[in-house]
DNA sequence: TTGAAGATGTGAGAGGTGCCACGGTTAGGA
DNA sequence: TCCTAACCGTGGCACCTCTCACATCTTCAA
């Protein structure tokens, strides 16, 4: 069961069975519906959390009510790590995309976790690092490229983590709408439209509801480009 | 000497100062001149350095030659770390803005260190985390603020960690030419130096070149959210 | 001192993108 | 089933920012 989602993620890989049986009994579990909060900006706390199942969207909202979406995780990926080690309240609001489910550990436990086993330790260092690379390559593109550019690298990323290959494609089940997508690259929901409409008309891919399936991915890497 | 400056950086900030020392002794020097380089992108290397003296900027060149930066650093502040726990090549050039002075550590140096030393992972982490944060925050302006806001932001940035308060203002000398200003908000240099120019004009600031006075913070920090 | 290269100021034109407006479509609950 | 709210598709216009072009001003080495 979700144990095998656990032993994927990275902050487990480095632990040996007894290991991670252990550090899954003082984990929580907490399941949530489409649309829920977890938690929002601001808010204090400092629980780290792993996806099990679903998929979550970690935004920012700018003073006017705007909002950004840092990133889509999904099953056996985690969040909450910045206010483990950076002090300081939430820096993002995480909202289930789909139905999800949980594991969380405290600060605390964790801590304890970290001392006397180095590995978990370089295993959660691997992770941020990984995880500013990204960032650092998000701000090369909102830098460098323009909407349908960045349109198509979302949607090769999203291919890759959670895409399946068909006969007449890609199929890509997102779940994000024009709205959250558009979020995601840093533009408005029209101009989004506007991208994947010529996309669509190009051949490159159809477009379903939440949901893309790619026909011509070499096409459409060479205009992520 | 130089050992003040590593005491106060992050990485050694819980080290007693016996440990201190002798991490230090494990550590090389060296010293470059204004522009010159210290790696570049898609070098290998596993290096860990510190900034002993001056300042430098990490940088990365998109496909058609634009440059970008990520980052302004000063004395105490680290480097390279990205390559030490996300394998592959460097990810960003690193260049001398001023006369600088660097402390290195390798890979497996460092990995020494950090078995039985969780205090030293600890800031690590805290570090990383940090970059991150601000790594987020970057991505958060390029979406929701325009150039004049985020040069606004720059300056405040750099005259908070650069910055000497004197009768008629706040001198920041970040020893870097519009072009690199530009290239830190990823804008172009035309679009920062008219920024600036209006800037002056309402009196906000005094331009000086490689270096700015600032005469109204209140002012500046409005403009930039 | 004096060129030459680099850095800074400023204007004009073009293009991408945001915002507004509106109609059509889909989904989900009464 | 119907009805309402959310979501999707598309055109038009305004504005910000980029690019190009050129003049002026430093800096620094010969």
Redesign the interface.
Known sequence: MDNDVLRQAPLFSALDDEAATALRSSMSESRLRRGEVLFHEGDSGDKLYVVLDGKVKLG?T??DG?E?L?AILGPGQMFG??S???PGPR??TVTCVTDASFASLSHDDLLKW???R?MV??G???Q??????K??D???D???SDVPGRVAKALLDLADRFGRTADDGVHVHHDLTQEELAQLV?ASRETVNKALADFASRGWLRLEPRSVVIMDIERLSRRA?
Chains 1, 2 share one sequence.
């Open positions: 920012r700018s003073g705007r950004n840092l790590e910045l483990l080690f950076d820096s993002a970290l001392e006397g180095p330790s370089h959660l260092l691997t941020l690092a990984s995880r500013l690379r960032a650092n998000v701000v090369a909102l830098v460098f840093g480009r």
